[in-house]
């Protein structure tokens, strides 16, 4: 098991990506904290690792409040010890639809400002944790939108690409401390709910079947097919396992080669 006997936090544990990266690090081991705002879908993915024989507890922690997960990251220490792996797939409240022009200032900034809350609470409470406690690795995922804008997505690739940079600086700060920072940039699982729905009206405007529509989005990879949400959750354990030890402030591009680096 890549991750056996690590304690993990996973902020955003309730939702997909959340999810399937929380059950992808029990499956190899660790002993994860999940952190959400949203105690049934929490609930449902602990019993999910718990079914499966893995070690999975709850709590309600809100991310853009940073006294809160300071006392969060508290608690789990004084009963798991030092926390060794963090994974935030904490939502950026999207706005897209929209081109910029038509676009209030306020809806365009509104998932920028909660990634960057979220973040920077996350993310600097846990590195210096992390860097107190010998060390650890933290993870985060991002969209291809970040390096490959497209239009009517609203703030939402500049989130990406804010949360990037921030994941960048922070590894460069952080790596003599024996704290690594990377992340996986994700096409957008056609199995995640959001993406599903997504695709599924553009399905329904043309006529055809999800299936196709998976179909025609995949032929534009190099592997011809679009990433699901279980690759991208085994790329999140890569990257937090001592297999990726000389990794830092860099990612996991899991695009399918939609975008080549």
Not at 72 to 85: C, Q, Y
Not at 194 to 209: D, F, I, S
Request: glycine share 12%; hydrophobic share 50%.
């Amino acid at each position: 098991m890549l991750l056996e006997g690590k304690t993990a936090m996973v902020y955003g544990g309730s939702g997909a990506v959340g999810g399937a990266v929380a059950r992808a690090f029990a499956r190899e081991g660790a002993n994860v904290f999940l952190a959400a705002r949203n105690r049934a879908g929490l609930e449902g993915v602990a019993a999910d690792i718990r079914a499966a024989g893995g070690q999975a507890e709850v709590t309600l922690v809100d991310a853009t409040d940073a006294a809160a997960v300071e006392a969060h990251l508290a608690a789990i220490v004084s009963k798991a010890g030092p926390v060794k792996l963090m994974f935030n797939a904490v939502s950026w409240d999207d706005t897209q639809g929209e081109l910029l022009t038509d676009m209030q200032f306020d809806r365009m900034l509104a998932p920028v400002r909660t990634s960057m809350a979220t973040w920077f609470h996350t993310g600097t409470a846990v590195a210096r944790h992390m860097g107190e406690n010998g060390g650890g690795a933290i993870v985060g995922i991002t969209a291809n939108v970040a390096r490959w804008p497209v239009a009517n997505i609203g703030g939402f690739g500049i989130a990406c690409a804010a949360v990037e940079n921030y994941l960048r600086q922070l590894g460069i700060e952080e790596g003599p401390n024996g704290v690594r920072v990377c992340w996986v940039r994700s096409p957008g699982s056609p199995d995640a709910p959001g993406v599903r729905e997504a695709w599924q009206l553009r399905a329904n405007e043309l006529g055809v079947t999800f299936e196709e529509i998976a179909t025609e989005f995949g032929m534009g990879t190099p592997l011809r097919r679009v990433t699901a949400l279980a690759q991208v959750a085994d790329a999140a354990v890569l990257l937090a396992s001592d297999l990726a030890a000389g990794m830092t402030a860099t990612m996991a591009n899991a695009t399918g080669g939609a975008l080549v680096d």
